[in-house]
T-cell receptor, first 114, second 114 residues
Framework: EAAVTQSPRSKVAVTGGKVTLSCHQT?????MYWYRQDTGHGLRLIHY???????EKGDIPDGYKASRPSQENFSLILELASLSQTAVYFCASSQTGGADAEQFFGPGTRLTVL | TQTVSQSDAHVTVFEGDSVELRCNYSYGGSIYLSWYIQHHGHGLQFLLKYYSGNPVVQGVNGFEAEFSKSDSSFHLRKASVHWSDSAVYFCAVSAASSGQKLVFGQGTILKVYL
């Protein structure tokens, strides 16, 4: 069954440490996305990618890097984690990049930065 | 700039009741409107979308939404809710000009009591 999986599902990190969140999709989709969700707020786009070895900035890219080593995998990297990056992070994929494209989401990763 | 507003943070109903979850948007161009559902501990799942044509669109599990250009709204409705409909519901808008970018509302927590 086609799916988007994320690892880890939860993580506690220390301020200033490096954090890598991983996403894997078996949908054979070209587009992949990273969002963050803060309590009481909707999702906000951090980075996205439409092809392997290329990433694009979303609405809130500061403090984050992304890596797309293959079509199936998309990572989000926090080089120097900060308290303000405590949130739930969602990965998603879509077949196309059009505005009408349905996005398929992973289960999320809860990141707590102490 | 696109904005999406979901005015009700929480909605509480009893099983069998009808429910309407409100969504208002702000954007002047051609847009796609969609609803996603998020069950506790899971990622978002697509419910339905609208771009043009019949302003009432049908989704999964008896959900429907109605587009109103005059009210800049895209409210989600269900005639008879089930306890399993308890979840967080997100309205999202994507502009035809910005392609894959989804802008989400803050979400509405729907609680269905038996």
């Amino acid at each position: 069954e086609a799916a988007v999986t994320q690892s880890p599902r939860s993580k506690v990190a220390v301020t200033g440490g490096k954090v890598t969140l991983s996403c894997h999709q078996t949908n054979n989709h070209d587009y992949m996305y990273w969002y963050r969700q803060d309590t009481g707020h909707g999702l906000r786009l951090i980075h996205y990618s439409y092809v392997a070895d290329s990433t694009e900035k979303g609405d809130i890219p500061d403090g984050y890097k992304a890596s797309r080593p293959s079509q199936e995998n998309f990572s989000l990297i926090l080089e120097l984690a900060s308290l303000s990056q405590t949130a739930v992070y969602f990965c998603a994929s879509s077949q196309t990049g059009g505005a009408d494209a349905e996005q398929f989401f992973g289960p999320g990763t809860r990141l707590t930065v102490l | 700039t696109q904005t999406v507003s979901q005015s009700d943070a929480h909605v509480t109903v009893f099983e069998g009741d009808s429910v309407e979850l409100r969504c208002n948007y702000s954007y002047g161009g051609s847009i796609y409107l969609s609803w996603y559902i998020q069950h506790h501990g899971h990622g978002l799942q697509f419910l339905l979308k609208y771009y043009s044509g019949n302003p009432v669109v049908q989704g999964v599990n008896g959900f429907e939404a109605e587009f109103s250009k005059s009210d800049s709204s895209f409210h989600l409705r269900k005639a008879s809710v089930h306890w399993s409909d308890s979840a967080v519901y997100f309205c999202a808008v994507s502009a035809a000009s910005s392609g894959q970018k989804l802008v989400f509302g803050q979400g509405t927590i729907l609680k269905v009591y038996l």
